[in-house]
């Protein structure tokens, strides 16, 4: 029992310490005339991430694979189909042409180079299928790419984000940077280790308990911006959120996680693997079926479905 109690209480620490961590962070970098657009494209953006990215990094030096690709590649399906689905079924979801042509075909690149990275076994004939270092410093120079990318939007356009930004106190800042910190580390630390537990307890594999338990629940910062935003009908943020989620999750947490140790991955992650390409491939395809660059309800229903018989799909071949 305690171990279900604390990996519950590791989410919502986890949780409440990237958003202390953001709202300590992005209170300095606003003393120090840091814009508004790049505070949204660094720390904002680095922030709704946390959750993924501390998970993989204890499940990577854990040696805990299976949970550090399960939550990626959970994360990712769960973005697309759940989270996007929700979003369009609040409110239809518009996107701009630059989100339709180029932010969506980088995520499925994104997705595309993971499944060549990770399959060397079914492609070359190699004993060991997985993102090596080498692989993991490759998804970071895709990341490095992806991050001038945005900058050089940003400079274009020359917008300001939507961003409301708490000015505190420099002594109440490092506080809440200390303590965001902090529950990042401790939730963290309690959902891997619950995880492997409960794996164990109900005797399926880590790579169930990281696709769906473990990667639902790390996406919850982004269900909140997104619904939030559809709700507000700022569609840019509701799109823009899960997608670049996405990428930060392949090329940034994927690459780091492999450079601390490298991911073997089993040739039963394929259909994972498979099912996150067709995420991003049917998201595309949808902003061109009926209205043009808009996810409607119907559709937002449509991936809901998707993503429950995706679910129902892992419980009874897991």
Do not use: C
């Amino acid at each position: 029992m305690l171990t279900y109690v604390l990996f519950i209480i590791g989410f919502v620490i986890l949780i409440k310490g990237a958003d202390l961590l953001v709202d300590g962070a992005a209170s300095v970098a606003k003393k120090f005339n840091i814009s508004s657009i790049v505070i949204g494209l660094t720390i904002v953006a680095f922030g709704t991430s946390a959750p993924e990215f501390v998970v993989n990094i204890f499940a990577s030096v854990k040696g805990n694979s299976e949970i550090a690709i399960g939550n990626i590649l959970g994360s990712n399906i769960v973005n697309i189909f759940f989270i996007l689905g929700i979003a369009a079924v609040i409110h239809p979801i518009v996107a701009k042409e630059n989100t339709a042509w180029k932010e969506i075909p980088l995520s499925l690149l994104a997705a595309i180079i993971l499944g060549v990275l990770a399959n060397d076994a079914l492609i070359d004939g190699g004993s060991f299928s997985g993102l090596t270092r080498i692989d993991g410093i490759v998804l970071l120079a895709f990341f490095i790419i992806f991050m001038h990318y945005t900058f050089g939007i940003s400079e274009v356009t020359g917008d300001e984000e939507n961003i409301n930004i708490k000015i505190l106190s420099n002594g109440k800042a490092a506080m809440f940077i200390l303590a965001g910190l902090a529950g990042l580390v401790l939730g963290g630390k309690w959902i891997v280790d619950g995880a492997v537990k409960i794996a164990e307890l109900f005797d399926v594999s880590q790579s169930l308990i990281g696709l769906t338990v473990v990667a639902i629940g790390t996406s919850l910062p982004e269900l909140a911006t997104s619904a939030i935003a559809a709700y507000k009908k700022q569609s840019d943020i509701a799109i823009g959120n899960v997608i670049g989620s996405n990428i930060f999750n392949t090329f940034w947490i994927l690459g780091v996680s492999a450079v601390i140790r490298p991911l073997p991955f089993s040739r039963d992650s394929d259909p994972d693997i498979l099912m996150n390409i067709f995420a991003s491939t049917l998201l595309f395809i949808i902003l061109f079926i009926g209205k043009r660059h808009i996810i409607e309800r119907w559709q937002g229903f449509l991936m809901i479905a998707i993503y429950i018989g995706y679910i129902v799909f892992l419980v009874n071949t897991r």
